[in-house]
């Protein structure tokens, strides 16, 4: 069982930015499949990036350009860049690791992965 725990999040201005991480409690969680996620009140939780295990990146089409996904193994920490942030990527953004499948690159990882953490909240004003 891995153990995911979000930080960094905050409430900035449209246009700043901030960097979330995600600490992993197991080491080799960082071969795998991970990602983040958001969910705005009201809305359906979506896929933001994900990143192989390999270093390989995915992104939604309305953040790239924008978010960066990185992960330092050493560390056991994800991260997600975000810059230029506009009111519509407020919500509660949550990182996600996959328990065995080192690849991103099939589409079912959009609904979900296998271990959650409890969420970074982003809030960005107009």
């Known amino acids: 069982q891995v153990q995911l725990a979000e930080s960094g999040g905050g409430s900035v201005q449209a246009g700043g930015s901030l960097r979330l991480s995600c600490a992993a409690s197991?080491?080799?969680?960082?071969?795998?499949?991970m990602g983040w996620f958001r969910q705005a009140p009201g809305k359906e939780r979506e896929g933001v990036a994900f990143?192989?295990?390999?270093?390989?990146?995915r992104y939604l089409d309305s953040v790239k350009g924008r978010f960066t996904v990185s992960k330092d193994s050493a560390k056991s920490t994800l991260y997600l860049q975000l810059n230029n942030l506009k009111p519509e990527d407020s919500a509660l953004y949550y990182c996600?690791?996959?328990?065995?499948?080192?690849?991103?690159?099939?589409?079912?990882?959009?609904?979900?992965?296998?271990?959650w953490g409890q969420g970074t909240q982003v809030t960005v004003s107009s």
């Open positions: 996600s690791a996959d328990a065995s499948s080192t690849s991103c690159s099939a589409d079912w990882v959009w609904g979900g992965l296998d271990y």
């Open positions: 197991l080491h080799t969680s960082m071969r795998y499949c």
């Open positions: 990143i192989d295990g390999d270093g390989s990146t």
